[in-house]
């Protein structure tokens, strides 16, 4: 009779039972035990901000596995309030407060602990917490009705998840963010969006700075600094990310990245024998690019803990990687992204194109239209798609789900038109914004037309003098007298450009925009049908641009 194996587990909140019940569901006669340090196992850390407005009305709901659950159908011996207190690799043992154990094989499931800068003055109170466990769940919301001014640290994704209903719940909220904007994993333009939302929301936002000092009297928080400026605050949440808890195994030899992220391969094996990982403790492979990422979501802790799982028991299953897709709710707006953007593909050194377009993610005659702004990054040789980001109040979670399995396919911006995407009224417009995000791509990549961003705008017109080119605005004059326009630029409707078109020089520079970008692309292409040869078409037109807080001057100037 085979020996009967006995795996072990250490980390019980997302990777840990997602292990268990794959490693059970493989092998019947295996002994697993899962450790865990406190009295709770996978609960949904993403679901806490979401009690402080009801929104999740129950704690019981937080709680999504239940220990007996894992002992009584999946037969695993549950060790909860039992820390692990030290790993032997070499003798295949488990110390833990109450004794030793040997394992077969051992599957480190830590996930990260939160990190908390240095604020002067914080360890004099108790009226702060980060917002990762239940002990955090439970100090906040017991105490949520004395709570007034509440001050969020960090605007990533919890941190604005917290802000959001905090704000919902009648609090007075200030997020605090040492980046120059918030959800700082999104391009800046993006992110100001969400700082225009949250302030809609009622939510005050300081960037650029962080929080160096509380001031605390008879050990209760009055208030925070923030540079020069005191922020009145009874409660401070801190969300500024966490670290992963790997030292158990770093100071064994265990391979790490520089976070101390534990190095593993798609069977999920560390680079010690017979010793898994999975979750927010370890990084996994870009596949856009092949190089290690640090990619801390629940949806890979729980692939990847599945895959650890059959595997330790004789499996051979793959986790192959990821590549960053995000999403999160800012008040009626949602901000989600995939892949590589701007700065990314910068920082890696990797070429890149951009299209940006705003399209209707509902049809104009569909009562209550809503309009989304997509942009979407590509190669520029062979137009392979390597991130895009969405934002807008309606339908972006099912584009940014397209986009991110076109980059998994590794479709290209050619490929998007021919996607046989699903079309009704109260879902989409005919052409939808990820097909006509791949036309505009398409046809920049075919030289048909240039695009310019608002920002590039910007500085175009501050490095060139104003007789080498000139900016065309063909809107309707009605526009213009109801929302302005960019400073410098000349008013040619587009229905009158035809008869007008000898106004302009095609020896100069034509930088051309409408309202969101459509007219401006058939402006542009009456130009270059004409024999002009430079003609910009601004990405997003005036609304992107005026959206991005750039200047705007209220009178038009004629051509």
Same mark, same amino acid.
């Given at each position: ?127 702060? @917490? ?20 509440? +001050? ?20 007075? +909220? ?6 120059? @904007? ?36 008879? /050990? ?80 890979? @802790? ?6 650890? /799982? ?17 999403? +999160? ?98 879902? @989409? ?131």
């Amino acid at each position: 009779m085979n020996k009967q194996e006995t795996i072990i587990i250490v980390g019980g909140l997302s990777a840990g039972p997602s292990a268990a019940a794959k490693a059970r569901r493989m092998n019947e006669n295996a002994r697993i035990l899962l450790f865990e340090k406190t009295d709770y196992i996978s609960y949904a850390t993403c679901g806490i901000p979401y009690t402080f407005s009801n929104t999740i009305q129950s704690r019981e709901k937080l709680l999504v596995v239940k220990p007996n659950l894992l002992e009584n159908r999946f037969g695993v011996e549950m060790h909860l309030n039992e820390p692990v207190m030290d790993i032997l690799p070499d003798q295949h043992q488990v110390i833990t407060s109450a004794g030793t154990y040997a394992y077969d094989k051992l599957i480190f499931a830590t996930g990260a602990r939160a990190f908390v800068p240095e604020i002067k003055n914080l360890e004099l109170t108790q009226d702060w @917490s980060n917002v990762r466990s239940m002990a955090d769940f439970d100090k906040v919301y017991n105490g949520l009705d004395a709570m007034n001014d509440i +001050v969020v640290l960090g605007a990533g994704l919890i941190g604005i998840e917290a802000a959001e209903n905090l704000a919902k719940a009648g609090k007075k +909220v200030t997020v605090v963010e040492l980046a120059p @904007s918030v959800l700082a994993a999104w391009d800046a333009k993006f992110g100001y969006f969400a700082e225009q939302a949250l302030n809609e929301g009622g939510v005050d936002v300081i960037t650029g700075e962080g929080i160096s000092e509380v001031v605390v009297e008879e /050990g209760k928080l009055k208030a925070v600094i923030v540079g020069d400026r005191t922020i009145p605050a009874d409660y401070l949440m801190t969300a500024v990310g966490g670290r992963p808890n790997t030292e158990m195994l770093k100071d064994k030899g265990a391979e790490t990245l520089s976070n101390g992220a534990l190095v593993v391969n798609d069977k999920m094996e560390t680079s010690l024998a017979d010793i898994y990982a999975a979750g927010d403790n370890v990084s996994i492979k870009n596949l856009i690019n092949g190089e290690a990422g640090y990619f801390p979501m629940g949806t890979h @802790s729980n692939k990847g803990g599945r895959v650890a /799982g059959a595997n330790a028991v004789g499996g051979n299953e793959r986790f192959p990687g990821a590549y960053g897709t995000a999403i +999160v709710k800012v008040f009626d707006y949602t901000l989600a992204r995939t892949g590589f953007n701007e700065r990314a593909l910068k920082m890696r050194e990797i070429p890149y194109q951009s299209t940006l377009i705003i399209a209707g993610a509902t049809p104009g005659f569909y009562p209550n239209p809503k309009d989304l702004i997509v942009e979407i990054y590509y190669d520029p040789t062979t137009g392979t798609l390597l991130g895009a980001e969405v934002f807008g109040e309606k339908g972006a979670d099912k584009r940014i789900d397209v986009l991110s399995t076109a980059i998994y396919a590794k479709l290209t911006v050619h490929d998007l038109p021919n996607l046989d995407l699903a079309y009704a009224p109260p879902f @989409s417009p005919a052409k939808d914004p990820v097909i006509v995000a791949g036309y505009t791509a398409s046809n920049t990549l075919k030289f048909v037309h240039e695009e310019i961003s608002p920002r590039n705008l910007t500085t175009f017109q501050k490095e060139t003098p104003s007789e080498d080119y000139q900016l065309v605005d063909v809107r309707n004059p009605q526009e213009l007298a109801n929302q302005g326009q960019v400073p410098g630029a000349i008013n040619i409707p587009l229905d009158q450009l035809r008869e007008r078109i000898n106004e302009l020089d095609p020896a100069k520079q034509q930088v051309i925009y409408c309202q969101k970008g459509l007219r401006g692309y058939l402006a542009s292409m009456i130009l270059v049908n004409s024999g002009f040869t430079k003609v910009k078409n601004v990405q997003g037109g005036f609304f992107l641009y005026k959206k991005s807080g750039y200047e705007v001057v209220p009178q038009a100037v004629n051509a």
